[in-house]
Every structure is written in C-alpha cells, then in structure tokens.
C-alpha cells in the first residue's frame, strides 16, 4: 500500500495529475485501506474486482489475500503505472477500460476476466473497492447481482441511498435492489481528509452481502428491475396514478388494480413507501 507521498511521486514520475473529471481521489490512510480488506475477508480461493485502481495502492493489499484481482482503470497513465507497480504479482490483472459499457452494461473485458478468473478459484467473487465517484451507483447496480458481496468506499451521499429505509428521502431504486437481494450496512464515515486530493464531501465505507434466500424470492430480475425502476422513476405520485403511465413500458397494463390488490397494496400509496417486499410481490403478479 502506498502512502500519499508515493503515489504523488508515482503521478509526478508519468507526469499526470489526479483527474477531478473522472473522480480520482486517492485513499492514503493505510489504516483505512486495512480495514476495508479486512471487513471484506478475503482468502485465497476467492476473485476480487477492484474498480478505480488508480495507482495500485489498495491493489497491493487486495493481492496479499486474493486467489486473482482484476483491477479496472480507465485513466491509461495511470493504469500504466499499476501495471508497472504490480509486475511481479502474479495474481493480478489490470484492465485500462471503463468498467461499464454503457449506464445499464459491464464492459465485456472485465465480465470476461471475471469468467476465467473463476477457472482457477472457487471462492466468491467479490467488489472490494475505492469507486471513482462518478461510476459508483451505476456500477454497484449492474454488479448486486453478479457478486457475492461488495466493500467499497463511496460519496457518503450513495452509501446513504444504498442503506435507506422505505419512505426516507435517500430511498430509492438502489436502496431496494441491494435490500432485496442481499444486507447492506455502514462500515465507517471517511473525512475528506483520508483522501488526496481531498474531496469536497464526506465519503463512507460500505458492505453488502448478497442472500441468496433472499435472491430467490424474485421469480425474473429483469422485470423486478424494470417494475423498480418505473414506479421509483414517479415516486412522488400515486400507485393508481403511475399505474395509468406504464403503457409500451410494463405489462398488463389493464390488470394493475387486481395485481395491488393480491399484493394487499393501497393504490393511494407513493412508490417511495412501498417496501422491497412489496416491489417483490408485484414483480413476480407481473412475471406470472
């Protein structure tokens, strides 16, 4: 792990600075980095995605306990310089890509190390990792469902979204989908201070686990997405009244009032109250 005066020298060396564009923060207490490898337990069987390498510092620790890390980042000098850092691990492979593709897409380079890393390791595959700001919801999106498990440091404003109850104000699609598929909590609250150069906000450490009892209450993803994704996308208004904009966007559009009422749901409810149970039990009405 490297300390703040490391990776400045790093930077200063490849002649690059950090990029505020694409959210590049440096973790640089190495206590902190400690104690998100340790949250996540690590052991040699298991794949770790780490997104936002940056220099490689935290990749260093990750590579200690992994069977295989799969570092992505998008900067090329920057990723020049992990390459350069982490020659010798062989347990180790950086990928100069943006990790997704698109909003609602992993890029298939990392979806594909990921396929083979498992070749070799048959532990968990996990996201242990500092997120570039920009990328961070729309990633741990795509990934809920593809991971066991996530320990990633956030803008504290995500990690309040993804921990939030029904019916606050930070609740929201992510804040459901981690719930129902998994447990979600809050390891720590970071100052902007931990990090070089320092954000403007306050950042956080998060952990999620995926359930797989859980999990298996949704009878088709997709379409539990897509119900989430539509009644939080008019969160503000009524059931009834969401129900009567779904056309050409969900199914059954005529049979809105019977699926809320097998679900025991007011109609008269805002998306924001309903609870990931509720968002479970309409999906699967829709699915059937």
Not at 141 to 167: C, H
Not at 185 to 192: E, G, Q
Not at 262 to 281: F, M, N, T, V
């Amino acid at each position: 792990m490297q300390t703040k005066r490391q990776i400045q020298q790093l930077l200063a060396s490849a002649g690059v600075r950090p990029n505020k564009q694409l959210g590049q923060h440096f973790l640089i207490d190495l206590n902190l980095m400690r104690l998100l490898v340790d949250s996540a337990g690590i052991t040699a069987d298991d794949i770790v995605l780490e997104v936002g390498c940056g220099t490689g510092s935290l990749t260093e620790g990750l590579a200690e306990h992994a069977g295989k890390v799969i570092s992505v980042e998008f900067d090329h000098a920057i990723a020049e310089i992990a390459k350069t850092r982490l020659a010798k691990a062989d347990n180790v492979e950086i990928i100069n890509t943006d990790a997704l593709k698109s909003k609602n897409t992993i890029d298939p380079a990392v979806t594909e190390a990921l396929a083979s890393a498992h070749a070799n390791c048959s532990g968990r595959t996990m996201l242990v990792a500092n997120l570039p700001y920009n990328i961070a919801s729309p990633l741990i999106l795509n990934l809920a469902t593809e991971v066991d498990a996530m320990y990633v440091t956030v803008q504290k404003e995500v990690a309040e979204r993804m921990t939030a109850k029904a019916g606050s104000s930070d609740y929201g699609t992510l804040s459901i989908l981690l719930a129902a598929t998994g447990d979600v909590k809050k390891i720590r609250v970071l100052k902007p201070s931990v990090f070089w150069p320092r954000p403007q906000v306050d950042s956080a450490m998060v952990a999620y686990a995926h359930d797989e009892a859980k999990s298996a209450r949704i009878g088709n993803m997709v379409i539990f997405s897509k119900i989430v994704r539509f009644f939080m996308g008019h969160r503000r208004k009524t059931l009834s009244a969401c129900t009567k904009l779904s056309g050409g966007n969900l199914p059954i559009v005529d049979k809105w009032p019977q699926i809320l009422d097998k679900c025991s749901i007011d109609p008269a409810k805002r998306p924001e109250q309903l609870r990931p149970e509720d968002y479970i039990a309409i999906a699967n009405l829709c699915g059937e």
